[in-house]
C-alpha cells in the first residue's frame, strides 16, 4: 500500500480530511444529530435509540472522540459525550468557507 503523501497538502487540509474521515459513517452522524438534539451530554441511551450493539456505539463514540469532535467525562460508571465546542466552530467554519468559495454555475461541463 502506498503512501497518503499527506505532507504535500496543508496542515489546514489535513486537519479537514481527518475530521470529515471520522464523521463519514451513518452512525456516527446519528450519534452527532442525537447530541446536537439533546443540547446536553448524553450517557450510555444512545444504544436504546440507535439500535446498535453497545461495542458498535462504543467503537464509534471513540472514533468521534480520538478526532476532538466530541468530548467525555466519566460520570460514575458511565462516560458522558457532549460536543467539543472547539472543533465544532473550526468543523463550521472551515466547511463554510469551503462551501462559499463555489462561486455559482459555470457552463464547462
Sequence with gaps: ???T???I???EQNRLSTLLKAMAHPARIAILQRILASNTC???DLVEELGLAQPTISQ????LKLAGIIQGTVEGVSICYCINPVTWKLLKDQLGIFFE?????VSCC
Design 1 to 3: 500500500m502506498g503512501l
Design 5 to 7: 503523501k499527506s505532507e
Design 9 to 11: 497538502f496543508t496542515e
Design 42 to 44: 448524553i450517557c450510555g
Design 60 to 63: 464509534h463514540l471513540k472514533e
Design 101 to 105: 468559495s463555489y462561486k455559482g454555475e
